[in-house]
């Protein structure tokens, strides 16, 4: 069954597109959600126009996150911190502070945007990664120092 989808789908489909998906995902699980609109003869001509249209907005919307990950890729963000002697901080760097350092510096990113692969408990550098889009994830530099 072929459908017009009305919202992202992580793993489906960006809002615009047209895709093809079985009939009982469509019917139990799209449909029910208002996530997509099914496609027929006599809808066809006006979703393919709305297709066309939401296209053009998608490229602007790639050349502006493009330059953003350039952007975010050039960054170091420096936190200063409470710590014991020997390095550890006395709790943890999270991706909230890192969702503020990144705002004050003119980027606001969304927390759950902000990929911390290890908890951010001592001092020096730390890499973390900025999810854009599911190909564009700049990595920025965290380096945490002693207050």
Partial sequence: MRVFLKQDIEKVGMAGEIIRVSDGFARNFLFPKSLAVEIT?????????QVKEVEHRKEVI????????????????TLKRKMHDDGKLYGAVGQSEIAEA????????????????????????????????????????VTILPE
Wanted: aromatic share 4%; hydrophobic share 35%; glycine share 4%.
């Fill in 62 to 77: 790639s050349n502006q996150t493009s330059m953003l990950a350039e952007r975010i890729g050039s960054m170091t963000l």
């Fill in 102 to 141: 990144l705002a004050e510096k003119g980027v606001n990113i969304a927390k759950n945007n902000i990929v911390v692969a290890k908890s951010i408990k001592t001092k020096g550098s730390h890499e973390v990664i900025v999810k854009l889009t599911s190909r564009l994830q700049p990595r920025i530099t």
């Fill in 41 to 49: 003869p006599q809808n066809a001509s006006f979703y393919q126009k």
